[in-house]
């Protein structure tokens, strides 16, 4: 499954950003149904609060969520996708430096 | 009744108290005077340091959800520091490194002593500055990897050096952890001490340094260790303060009078006064334990200005003076100017001022190591309010990291990781914060008077002065740091 993630606004700072994830699809490229993604979002350092959203499908095969950065510093973006047949995904990028407000 | 009789009947009520002993306190006491206390609360230690190895090289490789960096940055750290404030040196008490170093001497007797000359603390001042260089430049905070290589590293350190040299050493003369507990300690509530002098006088064995032997073999030349005395040489009755005590409570079991206690004391008065302490010496001829407290101080703030936004400004800034691209030098720099310069120029221009003005006798260096050491509440203040920050706010991320860990291993008895556990709010440990740089203000404070009143009666507050502004500078430098935003970054060159 060729999954995309993308952030904006960018460069990314404190606050409300989008997360669009692209390229839920089948092997065919047609999309998939009955997907359930939820987004969280990790500091680096341990011991800060994890902030998490559901990404409702906003396209065919386009998923989209608002995720708080709640603090500046190295994030990490993690997707937590569950298929129709109950299987699961997990992706995940850095989000190097997110910046104050 | 005449106002004689009654002076003496008010000196009668205010006899002083004895003071609070743990090792009288029913069960705890029992507990500790048992000569296994020590192995038995080593275990879950080294039990809790080989899962977080093994979850830190073979789990998952996100920081905020693996036990080595979870406990290492968040919870290890945070007790540690708060046990010291509100105990003493209970980490040293526990731990695990000293559990596998005694197993491996029942095989391997260590043949040499450590040399003279390193005999002191200047290799663990530059290991302590290292480590607080590496945890920088590596972000070992973001790296579970790393995270346990520091621990199993720690591990082979003590088993080189212990299974080489006789005693203590490791404790005495390398580890930086114990030298950070050490230092701090000099503020701690307790202290291992003698109960009664006169025993001491009385006492023919001096078991409590010595400890106890018997012949082993055949020729009486062949001692096998009954009870160990004091391995980093610190004899009770001369024994002032924590500095070097590792509360392993040897003495204590050795003692054959029950002499020796964990007593409560003024936290931070044995700064306030410079007698000759066994195993160290006076503390005012100590250059190195001087180095140590600045590099403790300095370094508590050198280590919270790592984790605020201002740090990349700087950074970005030196490296474009510089024509520099790479993290090292830049970070090396910023810890010359923390560690060196800074320290170099607050603590000499103090000692100069307090020289000039107030007459106190002594040479230039000699009156700076006097009055560095009235600075280490200060530092520690620092660290319980950077440390005490992530413990609180992350108190309860063990519970899902704990959870997920067994999740992992396929015995999910805890139930599936709730992530959304994570501490106090901020409204709680902010002033808590500001509570510990305060505490730790008024302590530094206190130091340098008692100090300035012993060198100069008529002059105290002059000699007093300096000092009281080099107090300020760090307090309201700290305040500044913790008012900033924390931001924390791999990418240290980030503009």
Redesign the interface.
């Known amino acids: 499954m060729p999954i995309r993630i993308h952030i904006f606004p960018q460069p990314v700072r404190v606050g409300v950003v989008k997360v669009v994830v692209t390229g839920v699809t089948d092997g065919l490229g047609e999309p998939l149904a009955g997907v359930h993604i939820q987004v969280?979002g990790?500091?680096?350092?341990?011991?800060?609060?994890?902030v998490?959203s559901d990404a409702p499908e906003t396209a065919p095969g386009t998923y989209t969520a608002r995720l708080n950065f709640s603090?500046?510093?190295?994030w990490?973006v993690?997707l937590h996708i569950r298929l129709a047949d109950g299987s699961k995904i997990e992706r995940?990028i850095d989000v190097?430096?997110v910046a104050?407000p | 009744m005449t106002k004689l009789q009654e002076a003496s009947q008010e000196e009668e009520e205010f006899v002083e108290a004895p003071p609070f002993d743990l090792l009288r306190v029913p069960l705890i006491g029992r507990f500790l005077e048992w000569k296994h206390a020590r192995t038995l609360l080593a275990i879950p230690m080294l039990a809790v340091s080989v899962a977080m190895i093994l979850q830190g090289l073979l789990g998952p490789t996100?920081?905020?959800?693996?036990l080595a960096?979870?406990l290492t940055?968040?919870h290890f750290r945070g007790v540690l520091v708060l046990a010291l404030l509100c105990a003493g040196n209970l980490f040293c008490l526990a731990c695990p490194f000293m559990l596998v170093r005694n197993a491996m001497r029942r095989f391997v007797k260590p043949r040499f002593n450590w040399p003279r000359a390193l005999r002191n603390k200047w290799i663990p001042v530059a290991l302590f500055a290292l480590l607080l260089f590496c945890y920088e430049l590596f972000?070992l905070?973001?790296s579970p990897w790393l995270t346990a290589w520091v621990i199993v590293g720690y591990f082979a350190m003590v088993l080189v050096v212990d299974g080489f040299f006789k005693h203590a050493t490791f404790c005495k003369y390398v580890c930086p952890i114990g030298q950070f507990n050490f230092i701090a300690a000099t503020a701690s509530p307790l202290e291992v001490a003698v109960r009664d002098h006169e025993v001491c006088d009385t006492c023919g064995t001096k078991d409590c340094i010595r400890g106890r032997r018997e012949p082993a073999g055949r020729t009486d030349s062949e001692l096998v260790i009954l009870q160990r005395g004091c391995e980093l040489a610190l004899f009770q009755p001369a024994k002032v303060g924590n500095m070097d005590c590792t509360f392993c409570l040897d003495c204590v079991h050795a003692c054959p009078h029950d002499n020796v206690g964990i007593l409560s004391r003024l936290p931070a008065g044995e700064l306030m006064t410079d007698p000759q302490r066994s195993g160290i010496g006076f503390f005012s001829r100590r250059k190195d334990i001087a180095g140590l407290t600045i590099v403790f101080c300095f370094g508590a703030l050198m280590n919270a200005f790592g984790?605020v936004?201002p740090v990349y400004t700087v950074e970005a800034w030196l490296g474009r003076l510089l024509h520099v691209q790479e993290r090292a030098p830049i970070l090396g720099l910023l810890f010359v100017v923390f560690l060196l310069v800074e320290p170099a120029l607050l603590l000499g221009g103090a000692a100069w001022a307090t020289r000039a003005w107030a007459g106190v006798q002594g040479a230039w260096l000699s009156v700076t190591v006097r009055y560095t050491y009235s600075i280490a509440p200060l530092g520690f203040g620092m660290w319980l309010a950077h440390y005490g920050y992530?413990?609180f706010?992350?108190l309860y991320?063990i519970v899902p990291v704990t959870q997920n860990a067994l999740a992992e291993l396929g015995w999910p008895v805890l139930g599936d990781p709730r992530?959304?556990l994570?501490?106090l709010p901020k409204t709680i440990v902010e002033p808590l914060e500001f509570g510990f740089l305060l505490l730790g203000l008024a302590g530094s404070l206190l130091i340098a008077w008692r100090l300035a009143e012993d060198d100069s009666e008529q002059h105290a507050v002059r000699a007093f002065t300096p000092w009281a502004v080099v107090c300020v500078i760090l307090f309201t430098a700290s305040v500044w740091l913790m008012m900033q935003?924390?931001?924390?970054?791999?990418?240290m060159m980030?503009g």
């Open positions: 969280e990790d500091m680096a350092h341990p011991g800060m609060a994890p998490f603090m500046p510093g190295d990490v993690l995940q190097r430096g104050g | 996100l920081a905020p959800k693996n960096t979870v940055w968040v972000s905070w973001s984790m936004s992530h413990f706010t992350g991320t992530w959304t994570v501490g935003p924390m931001d924390m970054r791999a990418t980030a």
